[in-house]
């Protein structure tokens, strides 16, 4: 099975500075897709930004861009402009096209300092 | 409104007692999974359907049962519930199992005494 490992169980940001969330990812697949999820403290789950893996250029959304390094097989998330609701905990995703899962990191937590 | 929707939120039970977690989703989805979250491990896959009829085993399917019968549901059925199953549940859709944009319901919490 493919394993997602986000390596930073806690991190924090100073309002308006900018913060990067590591993910990494084990695969022997060439087609994929790679998603950073949001969950605040109402536990709803919202899609932050995602990838294609066939794409060379890095996604972006607004604040959110992202850092694809398909044969490091890195996908690591920046947020610019940190804002205060952007605290939550964040989740870095694998789905397998092939076998159709999904696979998660176990998480990041973000703390923004005001 | 485009939405997934769980019931019950919130559910506290004993060891033993069957439990249906109902889904429900209105976009016409074909996809459709369930996911457990527990603390330091993320979230995991339980099952999944392709399609109404096809159903496949995720990661965690120990003492999970799933039905798709019609397109919109997919219930998350314990058998048997134990102690070990307390947890945060997520169920979530996307339009075909190619489409990447997946779609969460709120969540129930459940807790097995």
């Known amino acids: 099975a493919q394993t997602v490992t986000q390596s930073q169980p806690e991190m924090s940001v100073q309002e308006a500075e900018t913060v990067t969330l590591s993910c990494t990812y084990d695969?022997?697949?060439?087609?994929?897709?790679l998603f950073w999820y949001k969950q605040p403290p109402s536990r709803q789950m919202i899609l932050v930004i995602r990838?294609?893996?066939?794409?060379?250029q890095n996604a972006t959304e607004n604040r959110f861009s992202v850092n694809f390094q398909k044969a490091a097989k890195s996908f690591s998330l920046k947020i610019s402009d940190s804002q205060l609701g952007d605290a939550a905990m964040y989740f870095c995703a694998y789905r397998s096209l092939p076998r159709n899962q999904f696979y998660f990191g176990t998480g990041t937590s973000l703390t923004v300092i005001p | 409104e485009a939405q997934v929707t769980q019931n019950p939120r919130y559910l506290i039970t004993v060891t033993g007692k069957k439990l249906t977690v109902t889904c429900s989703q209105n976009?016409?989805?074909?996809?459709m999974s369930w996911y457990r979250q527990d603390p330091g491990l993320g979230l995991r896959q339980i099952y999944y359907?392709?399609?109404?009829?096809?159903?496949d085993k995720g990661d965690v399917p120990e003492g999970y049962k799933v039905s798709r019968k019609e397109k919109r549901n997919f219930p998350l059925i314990l058998e048997s519930p134990s102690p070990n199953q307390t947890s945060l549940y997520f169920c979530?859709?996307?339009?075909?199992?190619?489409?990447?944009?997946?779609?969460f319901g709120p969540g129930t919490r459940l807790l097995v005494l």
């Open positions: 990838q294609e893996a066939y794409k060379q």
């Open positions: 359907s392709m399609n109404v009829e096809v159903t």
């Open positions: 976009m016409n989805h074909e996809y």
């Open positions: 695969t022997s697949e060439s087609d994929y897709y």
């Open positions: 979530a859709s996307s339009l075909r199992a190619g489409q990447e944009t997946q779609y």
